[in-house]
């Protein structure tokens, strides 16, 4: 039976992690087989690639990231930058003002690959505990400043973020919608904390330019490839897989996924504690999905 894919994009937390934020040795091989058949195989993470190295070591993936929620095309073997989606100055003011005026650190990405950091830490108040754990174990390398007017890359910004409770934040989300509009793509979820606890009151705000997502990012690369659509595979969990488990040939969804990405997903997979994405994978290969 001839092969009905020709690549295979996979999201990380929630997905080909399991709740301690590790690859089981089953997802492991799946990953390794599906290589050896021939998919080509792209991870798509919310994260920044410096927090994806664990992950991607675990997998041996030296190929592409799409990192940053859609924001960055890596490539994951010299960590270099292959295409970006970077953010106006405007909107980066306007969305640092609004978090400053609301007492919170504001977190700034950057493409890592420009200016050799990773996050501009913006504003007088603490960084939230959270995020100083995230950097610490991810090995972010952060540069704090008071203001926004003190960033020495301003062109260089793919994300603006804040860390706070949902409660906090929702009155922020409210706001942000209103005075942005169309201007800007706003996404509002728990966060990943030391306890693994994804459905804590941690919660993270990220604002990117409008048109990311990991679709957008996916596309134009494999229509450079040559590669149909209907020949995608793509397996996600979360808010930020919606769009591509939508328009992709097959969108595969967690067991464990949220609804959004249950309604638009062609077949639901074992969760990501049950080895869901080596179930996948075998389905793919073996011409059942």
């Known amino acids: 039976m ?3 894919y020709d690549m295979l994009v996979i999201d990380l937390d929630g997905t080909l992690l399991d709740r301690r934020g590790r690859v089981s040795s089953e997802n492991r091989k799946a990953v390794s087989r599906a290589r050896q058949e021939g998919l080509e195989l792209i991870i798509a993470t919310g994260r920044a690639l410096v927090e994806s190295a664990e992950p991607l070591k675990q997998i041996k993936h030296d190929h ?3 990192a940053a929620g859609g924001s960055l095309l890596c ?3 010299d960590g270099r930058t292959l295409e970006r989606r970077i953010m106006p100055l405007d909107l980066v003011e306007d969305i640092t003002r609004c978090l400053l005026g609301h007492g919170h650190k504001v977190l700034v990405l950057k493409d890592a690959d420009a200016t050799g950091y990773d996050y501009l830490a913006v504003g007088p108040d603490e960084l939230d505990p959270a995020s100083q754990w995230w950097f610490e ?3 972010s390398t952060v540069r704090f400043v008071p203001s926004l007017e003190d960033d020495p890359h301003p062109t260089d910004t793919v994300r ?3 860390v706070a409770t949902g409660s906090e934040l929702a009155p922020i989300v409210h706001q ?4 942005l509009g169309d201007r800007a793509f706003l996404q509002h979820w728990p966060a990943v904390t030391s306890s693994r606890a994804i459905r804590s009151s941690t919660h993270l705000l990220e604002v990117f330019n409008p048109e990311v997502n990991k679709w957008t990012m996916v596309e134009p690369y494999s229509s450079s490839r040559g ?3 209907q020949r995608i595979a793509a397996i996600g969990d979360g808010l930020n897989d919606v ?3 939508r328009e992709c040939g097959l969108g595969i969804a967690m067991a464990n996924a949220c609804k959004p990405v249950l309604k638009v997903a062609d077949q639901v997979t074992g969760g990501n504690n049950d080895h869901g994405v080596a179930s996948a994978i075998e389905h793919i290969l073996d011409g059942t999905w």
């Open 160 to 162: 603006v973020g804040v």
């Open 64 to 66: 592409l990231v799409v």
């Open 137 to 139: 174990v991810m090995a």
């Open 176 to 179: 942000l919608e209103s005075e």
């Open 2 to 4: 001839s092969r009905r």
């Open 243 to 245: 769009e591509i488990l």
């Open 227 to 229: 590669i149909d659509p």
């Open 75 to 77: 490539n994951a073997a």
